[in-house]
C-alpha cells in the first residue's frame, strides 16, 4: 500500500507542480486533497507550459488516475475551462473523476469574497477574490451544495433556492449590493454540469480499491504550511489544510494509508499576498531572486515577495506534517551570488528561539539570525548528478538537510522534468 503525501512547506509556491509531476510517473493514481482554483501549479512537458489550478499535476501521464478529492472547493466553471484548455491542447482528461463529496463554489461566493475582501480596508488578508473562503465558510455553515447535489437536480433547486435567499438578504443589507437569480444560477451551473456529470463518483472508494490492489498513490496538497487554516499565519491562510493531515479528511483515507510524506522547499522562501515575512527581502537581492525565479503567481500574476530561505519555517513544516524527506526545487536561482543566507532562528524581545511562534505581532518583531555561506558562480541547470554541483551548492544542501533534520530526496535545478537531480530513493 505505498502512498507519498506533497506538502509544501513555506507560504505555497514552492515548486510542488513540478515535483508532483516528477513523481506522478511512478504512481498510478494522484490525488488532489484540498483547496480550489485559488491556487496553481506550473509543470513544464519538453517545450511546453502547463498552468494547472484545480486538476492533478498527474494529467500530463495520460494513464493515471487522477482525482479530485472530498476537501476540495470546486468551481464548475472554472473546471469546464481547464478541462476544454487540456482538451484543447490534446492533454487527455478521460481519467479523471471528481468527489461527490466536494463542494461547489457557485456565483454569491465570488462575489462575497470580493466584498468582503474591500471591506477588511488595511487589513485585507490578500484573497484571490475566486470564492475559496466563502465556499468553505457555507460547508462549516453546513449549507454548502456538493458535487452529488448536481445528480439530484430536485435537490439541488431546493438547496440552491435557499442559499441565494439567504445571500441576496446578506448582499443587501451588509453591502447594499444586488442580488442573484437562483434561476440563472441554475441554469448555468446544470448547463455546465452536463459537460462532467460523468466523472462525479465517490472517490474514497476508488482510492481504497486502488490501494487494495497495491497501486502507488500520490496525495497532491495545494498552497504551503504557512497558509494552513490551523497551523499558518492566521488569519493571513487559507481556508482549508494544506499539511498532510489534511491528505487524510480531504481524500477519504486514515493516516495508516500513509508511508511517506514529502516536503518541498524552496531554495529560497516567497509568499504572496499580506502578512509576516520574516526574511522578506526589500532591495535589490530580493529583485533578483524574483526576476530570476519567475516569481509571480500562476493563477494571479501577482509578484511574490521574495527573501532568504528561513529553516525556522521548514523546521516547523517538518513537525506538523512529519515529514521524511525534502525535495529541494529553484537551486539554480541561486546561481551566481557571492553569499547566500539561512535563517536559523528568530531574535525576539532580545531572545533568541527556533520555534515560530502563533503571534502575529511576534513574528512581525522577529529578527532573523542568519548563517552566511558561500555561494557559487557556476550555473547548475545541466547537472545530472549530485557530484556535478559546485562544492558550495553541495555544502549548501548539506546544511538545509542538517537544520532541516530530515534527508533531501531530490533537487530541482530547472523547470524541466530531465532537471532533477535524485538523491535518495522516490517511492
Wanted: charged residues 25%; glycine residues 12%.
Amino acid at each position: 500500500m505505498p502512498s507519498t503525501v506533497i506538502v509544501g512547506t513555506q507560504w505555497g509556491d514552492e515548486g510542488k507542480g513540478k515535483v508532483t509531476d516528477f513523481l506522478a510517473e511512478r504512481a498510478g493514481v494522484v490525488v488532489r486533497y484540498q483547496g480550489g482554483n485559488n491556487a496553481g501549479h506550473t509543470v513544464v512537458v519538453g517545450e511546453e507550459e502547463f498552468r494547472l489550478r484545480l486538476v492533478p499535476s498527474g494529467i500530463l501521464y495520460p494513464e493515471k488516475l487522477c482525482l479530485l478529492g472530498n476537501g476540495m472547493v470546486i468551481d464548475p466553471e472554472a473546471l469546464v475551462s481547464e478541462l476544454s484548455e487540456l482538451e484543447g491542447r490534446g492533454v487527455s482528461t478521460a481519467n479523471l473523476r471528481i468527489s461527490d463529496r466536494a463542494h461547489l463554489i457557485l456565483p454569491y461566493h465570488k462575489r462575497l469574497d470580493e466584498l468582503e475582501e474591500r471591506g477588511r480596508g488595511a487589513g485585507k488578508i490578500g484573497t484571490t477574490g475566486r470564492g475559496i473562503g466563502p465556499a468553505y465558510n457555507d460547508k462549516s455553515a453546513r449549507i454548502g451544495i456538493r458535487m452529488a447535489d448536481l445528480l439530484d437536480p430536485a435537490e439541488f433547486h431546493e438547496k440552491l433556492a435557499a442559499n441565494v435567499e439567504l445571500k441576496n438578504h446578506y448582499l443587501k443589507q451588509v453591502f447594499g449590493a444586488d442580488g442573484f437569480s437562483a434561476a440563472a444560477i441554475e441554469e448555468e451551473v446544470l448547463a455546465l454540469a452536463e459537460k462532467f456529470k460523468g466523472r462525479i463518483t465517490d472517490t474514497s472508494v476508488v482510492l481504497h480499491e486502488a490501494l487494495r490492489a497495491g497501486k502507488k498513490v500520490l496525495f497532491e496538497g495545494a498552497q504551503g504550511t504557512f497558509l494552513d487554516l490551523d497551523h499558518g499565519t492566521y488569519p493571513f491562510v487559507t481556508s482549508s489544510h494544506p499539511t498532510a493531515g489534511g491528505a487524510c479528511i480531504g481524500a477519504g483515507v486514515g493516516p495508516t494509508a500513509i508511508d511517506k510524506v514529502i516536503g518541498v522547499v524552496k531554495a529560497y522562501t516567497t509568499r504572496v499576498g499580506a502578512g509576516p515575512f520574516p526574511t522578506e527581502l526589500k532591495d535589490a537581492t530580493g529583485d533578483r531572486l524574483r526576476e530570476r525565479g519567475h516569481e509571480f503567481g500562476t493563477v494571479t500574476g501577482r509578484p511574490r515577495r521574495c527573501g532568504w530561505l528561513d529553516a525556522v519555517v521548514v523546521r516547523y513544516a517538518v513537525r506538523v506534517s512529519g515529514l521524511t524527506g525534502i525535495a529541494i526545487t529553484k537551486l539554480d536561482v541561486l546561481d551566481g551570488l557571492a553569499t547566500v543566507k539561512i535563517c536559523t532562528g528568530y531574535r525576539i524581545k532580545g531572545e533568541v528561539t527556533q520555534h515560530f511562534p502563533a503571534s502575529l505581532k511576534a513574528v512581525e518583531a522577529a529578527e532573523p539570525v542568519y548563517e552566511e555561506l558561500p555561494g557559487w558562480s557556476e550555473s547548475i541547470s545541466d547537472a545530472t548528478k549530485l557530484a556535478d554541483l559546485p562544492a558550495n551548492a553541495r555544502r549548501y544542501l548539506d546544511r538545509i538537510a542538517e537544520l532541516a533534520g530530515v534527508p533531501i530526496i531530490l533537487v530541482s535545478v530547472g523547470q524541466r522534468r530531465r532537471q532533477t537531480l535524485i538523491l535518495d530513493e522516490l517511492f
